[in-house]
């Protein structure tokens, strides 16, 4: 059954602290994205990457960090620099065509919590 | 990137109402996409419209581009429990070619009983 996995589905941070977000998918999907959700905000993109050892920043990179070694597997890091963490993030994945944008798919995301 | 405008921010209907969200561009969009966030879920595709004029039905549901690839609407008829939700738009990124989207802020819909 084909999909995307985000893990763990709860998080929490202590300050000072840098945290990782999996997100795998076997869609076979090139294209992969990080959003982060906040109450109101809608989606804001922090990090994208259409291909394979390659990603470019969204619109709210900073304190974020990602990496692209496997098509499966577009993990994100929350570093200690990301003063303001606590948020609902999702990953998703999209074939990545030419012409027009393809449907997104999303994973169960991860809510992510100061202690 | 460009930034695509959602109203009503929030909604809340008589079951049996009908709702109506809106979306704008201050640019032309070469497509748009709709989504549904269930109250605890993710987003979830619905529909992607392309063409100039162009209207989509889901059962319920009716989707509308218009003429002049800037603004889309979703208008649900008879709204039911089950439509509880945010329901998103999403346009290009940035330029021709983009294949990320944006994101507009949505519109919750709460539907009484």
């Known amino acids: 059954d084909g999909g995307i996995t985000q893990s763990p589905k709860y998080l929490f941070r202590k300050e000072g602290q840098n945290v990782t977000l999996s997100c795998e998918q076997n869609?076979?999907?090139?294209?992969m994205y990080w959003y982060r959700q906040d109450p109101g905000q809608g989606l804001r993109l922090i990090y994208y990457?259409?291909?394979?050892?390659?990603?470019q920043k969204g619109d709210i990179a900073e304190g974020y960090s990602v990496s692209r070694e496997k098509k499966e597997s577009f993990p994100l890091t929350v570093t200690s620099a990301q003063k303001n963490p606590t948020a609902f993030y999702l990953c998703?994945?999209?074939?990545?065509?030419?012409?027009?944008?393809?449907?997104?798919?999303f994973g169960d995301g991860t809510r992510l919590s100061i202690l | 990137g460009q930034q695509v405008m959602q109203i009503p921010q929030y909604q809340h209907v008589q079951e049996g109402e009908d709702f109506t969200t809106y979306c704008n561009s201050s640019?032309?969009?070469?497509?748009i996409q709709w989504y549904k966030q269930r109250p605890g879920g993710h987003p979830v595709f619905l529909i992607q419209l392309v063409k100039s004029g162009e209207v989509k039905k889901q059962k319920r549901l009716t989707f509308q581009f218009g003429e002049a690839k800037k603004n889309s609407s979703l208008h649900i008829t008879a709204t039911q429990t089950t439509d509880v939700g945010t329901y998103f738009c999403?346009?290009?990124?940035?330029?021709?070619?983009?294949?990320?989207?944006?994101f507009g802020k949505g519109t919750k819909l709460s539907v009484i009983p």
């Open positions: 998703a994945s999209s074939i990545a065509g030419t012409g027009h944008n393809q449907p997104q798919h």
């Open positions: 999403a346009g290009p990124y940035s330029g021709a070619g983009s294949y990320q989207l944006t």
């Open positions: 640019t032309t969009l070469s497509n």
């Open positions: 869609l076979n999907h090139d294209a």
């Open positions: 990457s259409q291909i394979v050892n390659d990603f």
